[in-house]
């Protein structure tokens, strides 16, 4: 079994920064896919960003330009730096991963980190 551990969320005002950091358990397990997801309340979860093995990113139009994604593959840990954060970014942010080669495919969820961006 993999765990994902998520770290970094907190408070932060309209126009600050916060780094997430997710890191697998598992040192034999190599992700294919590591990526981030939200849920705001009272909606379902969206997609934010993901990024594969060889470093190909992708990202929600709603965060492209403010949101970077990356993976240090040896310490199986995939990052999101967040920049101009916005009061609509608040959620909880999840991270996940998965080994099949299919982009998107994930396996393992973290338990979730509350961002709060305040006014």
């Known amino acids: 079994q993999v765990q994902l551990v998520e770290s970094g969320g907190g408070l932060v005002q309209a126009g600050g920064s916060l780094r997430l950091s997710c890191t697998a358990s598992?040192?034999?397990?190599?992700?294919?896919?590591m990526g981030w997801f939200r849920q705001a309340p009272g909606k379902e979860r969206e997609f934010v960003a993901d990024?594969?093995?060889?470093?190909?990113?992708g990202y929600a139009d709603s965060v492209k330009g403010r949101f970077t994604i990356s993976r240090d593959n040896a310490k199986n840990t995939v990052n999101l730096q967040m920049n101009s954060l916005m009061p609509e970014d608040t959620a909880v942010y999840y991270c996940?991963?998965?080994?099949?080669?299919?982009?998107?495919?994930?396996?393992?969820w973290g338990r979730g980190t509350q961002v709060t961006v305040s006014s």
């Open positions: 990024i594969v093995f060889s470093g190909i990113t």
């Open positions: 598992r040192r034999t397990f190599r992700p294919y896919n």
């Open positions: 996940a991963a998965g080994a099949s080669p299919v982009r998107g495919k994930y396996d393992y």
